[in-house]
């Protein structure tokens, strides 16, 4: 279902917060965002369900200082036997948007002139990161058949392996003995 995905261009998206209020407030001035959504997409390719998770903002002298903790599932396909998998990923992060280039971090956030901060392109970053390199449907998978290409963790094949190479025979007579 594409109509319900939130996309950055999306106002009314969670990851968008209107923090213009808190610049007004003197350093020390913290409050707590809900960010809550069943699906949404982090251009150009990360689709996220069941996202769920806070953003506490506080004003400091040098910008404002988010604090984010973050839940939501990922599909991903099994390296072994391609299978679709359900993935939990977590993330936590602490960035600062500065007021002034003086204060800015090496993540180069700028606080907008708009007042409204999108946590799209951070939050992007930090579940990439999140995102196990080698995904397994289970930790003691199969895989598929090298020869017929079926999945091992469903099927047991009944053909003999494939020969191999003839000039690798001597090599295999060794291992045999």
Do not use: W
Not at 70 to 91: D, F
Request: glycine residues 6%; proline residues 8%; contains cysteine.
């Amino acid at each position: 279902m594409l109509f319900d995905i939130l996309t950055v261009s999306d106002p009314l998206s969670p990851l968008r917060l209107n923090v213009g209020f808190i610049v007004a407030q003197s350093a020390g001035f913290s409050r707590e965002f809900p960010l809550e959504a069943p699906r949404i997409l982090l251009p150009p390719d990360l689709a996220l369900t069941d996202v769920s998770g806070t953003a506490l903002i506080n004003r400091t002298n040098q910008g404002i200082l988010i604090q984010v903790n973050l839940h939501a599932v990922i599909e991903l396909e099994c390296v072994r036997c391609l299978n679709l998998v359900v993935q939990p990923l977590q993330t936590h992060f602490t960035e600062l948007y500065a007021f002034s280039r003086r204060y800015v971090t090496e993540a180069g956030l700028m606080m907008p002139e708009t007042g409204i901060i999108d946590l799209t392109p951070v939050l992007r970053e930090y579940m990439l990161l999140e995102i196990p390199f080698n995904p397994l449907c289970r930790p003691d998978c199969k895989g598929l058949c090298p020869v017929c290409g079926a999945n091992q963790n469903e099927t047991t094949c009944q053909h003999e392996d494939e020969p191999g190479d003839p000039r690798l025979a001597a090599l295999k007579d060794l291992l045999d003995h």
